[in-house]
C-alpha cells in the first residue's frame, strides 16, 4: 500500500499562493487516483481536487476552480496542489489521497473511496 505525507504548508495572506506536495513511497503511484481533501475547523473532510493515474482527468470543487490545480509527477512519486488567490475560507487541515484503480481515467471523489491518507499539512488563510 502507497505511503503518502503531505508538506507545503503555512500561513499567508489572503491573494497569496502556496503549493502542497505529497511524497508517495512505492513504485506503484502511477496506478493510483489521487486527491486532495481539506477539513476546516468544525466541518466534515471535502474533496479539494482529484486526478485519475491517467493524470488525463481532473475535478476540482466549486470553490476553488479557477484558483487551484492538482498535478503530479511521477518519475518523483509526488502529487501537487497549487494554490493562488487563497481566501480566508480556504483555512483548513489539507490532505491528500491515493487508492489504486485498472482505470487509468477512473476519478475517487469521496473520502471512503480512498485506500491511504497522508497525515495533513495545515494551511491558514489571514484576511
Known amino acids: 500500500q502507497v505511503q503518502l505525507v503531505e508538506s507545503g504548508g503555512g500561513l499567508v495572506q489572503a491573494g497569496g499562493s502556496l503549493r502542497l506536495s505529497c511524497a508517495a513511497s512505492?513504485?506503484?503511484?502511477?496506478?493510483?487516483?489521487v486527491g486532495w481533501f481539506r477539513q476546516a475547523r468544525g466541518k466534515e473532510r471535502e474533496l479539494v481536487a482529484a486526478?485519475?493515474?491517467?493524470?488525463?482527468?481532473?475535478n476540482y470543487a466549486d470553490s476553488v476552480k479557477g484558483r487551484f490545480t492538482i498535478s503530479r509527477d511521477n518519475a518523483k512519486n509526488t502529487v501537487y496542489l497549487q494554490m493562488n488567490n487563497l481566501k480566508p475560507e480556504d483555512t483548513a487541515i489539507y490532505y491528500c489521497?491515493?487508492?489504486?484503480?485498472?482505470?487509468?481515467?477512473?476519478?475517487?471523489?469521496?473520502?471512503?473511496?480512498?485506500?491511504?491518507w497522508g497525515q495533513g499539512t495545515q494551511v491558514t488563510v489571514s484576511s
Open positions: 489521497a491515493a487508492d489504486p484503480t485498472p482505470n487509468p481515467f477512473r476519478l475517487r471523489l469521496t473520502v471512503r473511496e480512498y485506500d491511504a
Open positions: 512505492g513504485r506503484t503511484f502511477s496506478s493510483y487516483a
Open positions: 486526478m485519475s493515474w491517467s493524470a488525463t482527468t481532473t
